[in-house]
C-alpha cells in the first residue's frame, strides 16, 4: 500500500508551490498529484505529458421540467441552499450553482417533475514528467474544484500506484479549509502545512491544523520567508510543537523564487539559498511519513 504525502496551506501564496515542486524533484518512485486544479502552477513547473486523458463529470445539479410542474412549492421549501426560485415566467426553476445535488427535491416531487442532469465540468488526465507520473485536471471555465475531483484524481494515483508498485504519492493540495481540501486530507498519511510569518498565517494554520486533527492525520508545518518575522516565526514553531505537529523546517525569503517560478524553474534547482533548508525539511517529512 503506498503512502500519501500531502502538502497544503491555510490560503494561496505561501509557498505551496514551491515546496511541492521541490518534493516533486527530491521524491524517488512516486505519483506526483495535483489536486489543486485552480492553480496552474505544478502543471507549468512538471510540464507533464499527457498520456490519457477523460471527461471529468461534476456535480448532478436538478433541473425542473416546466411542463411537469404543478407549482405545488414543495421543492422551493425543502432547498436548504436555496438553489429552487420562481422566474419571471412564473416557472420553478433551479440555480445550477447554488444546487448542492442532495436529490432531495426530487425526491420530494409529487409531479415527478425534477431529475437530476449530468454536467461535464473538465478533463483529467495521467500524464508522463521528468519527475514521475503526474493525475492532474482542468477545469472548464467557470467550474470550481470540487471534493469529488480531488477524490477522484486521488483514488486515480492509488490504482497506478498499486499496480506500478510505486510506494509513494505526493499531492499538492489546494489552499483553505473548504471541501477540496478536505478530500485532500482525507487518507493522507502525513500533511505538510506551509505558512507564512504573520499573525493571518498563524491564524490559518491554526483552522487547517484543527482540521487535519479531526481526521486524525499526523501533521508538519514549514515556515516560508521566515527571516520576515522571526518572532511569528517562533510563535508559529511554538504551536506546532505545543499541538503535536512535527516542525519540520523554515524556509529564508529569496526574491529569486518568484523569479524561478515565472521563468518555469523549480525554485530549488534554481534558488541556491532554499536549498539545504529544504533537504533538511524533506527528509524530516519522509522520517514523519
Ligand atoms: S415540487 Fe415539483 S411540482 Fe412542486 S414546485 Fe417543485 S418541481 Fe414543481
Ligand atoms: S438537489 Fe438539493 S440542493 Fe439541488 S435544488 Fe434540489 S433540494 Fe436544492
Given at each position: 500500500?503506498?503512502?500519501?504525502?500531502v502538502?497544503?496551506?491555510?490560503?494561496?501564496g505561501t509557498g505551496k508551490?514551491?515546496?511541492?515542486?521541490?518534493?516533486?524533484?527530491?521524491?524517488?518512485?512516486?505519483i506526483?498529484v495535483?489536486?489543486?486544479?485552480?492553480?496552474a502552477?505544478?502543471?507549468?513547473?512538471m510540464k507533464?505529458d499527457?498520456?490519457?486523458?477523460?471527461?471529468f463529470?461534476?456535480?448532478?445539479?436538478a433541473?425542473?421540467?416546466?411542463?411537469?410542474?404543478?407549482?405545488?412549492d414543495?421543492?422551493?421549501q425543502?432547498?436548504r441552499?436555496d438553489a429552487?426560485?420562481?422566474n419571471?415566467?412564473?416557472?420553478?426553476v433551479v440555480?445550477?450553482?447554488k444546487c448542492d445535488?442532495?436529490?432531495?427535491c426530487?425526491?420530494?416531487?409529487?409531479?415527478?417533475a425534477?431529475?437530476?442532469v449530468e454536467?461535464i465540468?473538465?478533463?483529467w488526465?495521467?500524464?508522463?514528467?521528468?519527475?514521475?507520473?503526474?493525475?492532474?485536471a482542468k477545469?472548464y471555465?467557470g467550474?470550481?474544484?470540487?471534493?469529488?475531483?480531488?477524490?477522484?484524481?486521488k483514488h486515480r494515483?492509488h490504482i497506478?500506484?498499486e499496480?506500478?508498485?510505486i510506494?509513494y504519492?505526493?499531492?499538492d493540495g489546494?489552499?483553505?479549509i473548504?471541501?477540496?481540501?478536505?478530500?485532500?486530507?482525507?487518507?493522507?498519511?502525513?500533511?505538510?502545512?506551509?505558512?507564512?510569518?504573520t499573525?493571518s498565517?498563524?491564524h490559518?494554520?491554526e483552522r487547517?491544523?484543527?482540521l487535519?486533527?479531526?481526521?486524525?492525520?499526523?501533521?508538519?508545518?514549514?515556515?516560508?520567508?521566515?527571516d520576515?518575522?522571526?518572532?511569528?516565526?517562533?510563535?508559529?514553531?511554538?504551536?506546532?510543537?505545543?499541538?503535536?505537529?512535527?516542525?519540520?523546517?523554515v524556509?529564508p525569503f529569496d526574491?529569486?523564487?518568484?523569479?524561478a517560478?515565472?521563468?518555469?524553474?523549480?525554485?530549488y534547482v534554481a534558488c541556491d539559498?532554499?536549498?539545504?533548508?529544504?533537504?533538511?525539511?524533506f527528509?524530516k517529512?519522509?522520517e514523519?511519513l
Open positions: 500500500m503506498s503512502k500519501e504525502l502538502i497544503i496551506s491555510g490560503k494561496g508551490t514551491t515546496l511541492t515542486s521541490s518534493f516533486a524533484y527530491l521524491m524517488k518512485d512516486k506526483i495535483d489536486a489543486d486544479a485552480d492553480a502552477d505544478m502543471y507549468i513547473l507533464p499527457v498520456k490519457k486523458k477523460e471527461l463529470k461534476g456535480n448532478m445539479p433541473r425542473i421540467d416546466t411542463e411537469k410542474c404543478t407549482k405545488c414543495i421543492c422551493k425543502l432547498c441552499f429552487i426560485s420562481i419571471d415566467e412564473g416557472n420553478y440555480n445550477e450553482i445535488a442532495c436529490d432531495l426530487r425526491i420530494a416531487c409529487p409531479a415527478d425534477i431529475e437530476m454536467t465540468s473538465g478533463e488526465y495521467e500524464s508522463e514528467t521528468k519527475y514521475g507520473i503526474m493525475v492532474h477545469l471555465p467550474a470550481e474544484n470540487s471534493g469529488n475531483l480531488v477524490t477522484m484524481v494515483a497506478l500506484s499496480e506500478k508498485n510506494p504519492i505526493l499531492v489546494s489552499p483553505g473548504g471541501c477540496p481540501v478536505i478530500s485532500t486530507i482525507s487518507g493522507a498519511d502525513f500533511v505538510v502545512i506551509i505558512t507564512e510569518p499573525q498565517g498563524l490559518d494554520l487547517v491544523k484543527k487535519c486533527d479531526s481526521f486524525k492525520v499526523k501533521t508538519g508545518v514549514v515556515v516560508n520567508k521566515y520576515l518575522n522571526e518572532e511569528v516565526s517562533n510563535k508559529i514553531k511554538s504551536f506546532s510543537e505545543e499541538n503535536g505537529s512535527v516542525f519540520l523546517g524556509i526574491k529569486s523564487v518568484s523569479k517560478i515565472v521563468n518555469e524553474e523549480i525554485p539559498s532554499i536549498k539545504k533548508p529544504i533537504d533538511e525539511i527528509n517529512a519522509m514523519s
